[in-house]
């Protein structure tokens, strides 16, 4: 569906402006992107206005998706199925309120996955030379560790889903 859509609208814009220098597979790529965010936001917003959860939604899509620009992480096959997934998971984790000592405690087991697996899967969708990762990982560590002092369910919650999606068979 999102594929779909985002090669009707490159392939518009193409006809629309010839002399455009993207490719239709650039274009299209780049909407797809666009698209999955925009579809992910609206869906999740949306869920969570109905169930009273925006702040803990936000604040998880927010965090999820800092921390996965820096990690990277698995990716589904479509656009449809990661729209889908996150946006379950982002709205049905926003009733999750953790302890003080889980929070800690799921940050701490975030730290050291992003220790163990990060950056994953980058390589393909990132311009970062790898001679950067370290510096990626270091980043993402120090973001994480923020929560040991804040200790906020939510940042637990996304920090350890996202770390979670580091992990390579």
Same mark, same amino acid.
């Given at each position: ?11 518009? /814009? ?34 969570? *206005? ?10 998880? *899509? ?30 049905? *984790?926003?009733?999750? %309120? ?5 929070? /800690?405690?799921? %940050?701490?087991?975030?730290? /050291?996955?992003? $220790? ?18 370290? $510096?990626?990982? %270091? ?6 560790? %923020?929560? $040991? ?10 920090? $350890? ?9």
């Amino acid at each position: 569906m999102i594929e779909t859509l985002a090669l009707r609208m490159a392939t518009h /814009i193409k006809s629309t402006i010839p002399d455009h220098p993207a490719s239709v597979a650039v274009l299209k790529h780049s909407l797809s992107i666009v698209l999955n965010v925009a579809f992910i936001v609206c869906l999740t917003m949306g869920a969570a *206005l109905l169930t009273g959860k925006v702040k803990e939604a936000s604040l998880m *899509l927010v965090m999820f998706a800092i921390l996965r620009q820096i990690t990277g992480g698995i990716h589904l096959k479509t656009g449809i199925g990661c729209v889908l997934v996150t946006s379950i998971v982002c709205t049905a *984790l926003s009733f999750f %309120t953790l302890s003080y000592k889980l929070s /800690i405690g799921a %940050t701490i087991l975030s730290i /050291i996955l992003i $220790l163990i697996y990060a950056p994953s899967g980058i390589e393909k969708q990132s311009r970062i030379p790898k001679r950067y990762y370290p $510096l990626l990982k %270091t980043i993402a560590v120090l973001l994480v560790g %923020t929560n $040991l002092v804040f200790a906020s369910s939510i940042l637990a919650i996304s920090f $350890l889903i996202q770390s979670i999606t580091l992990i390579r068979r």
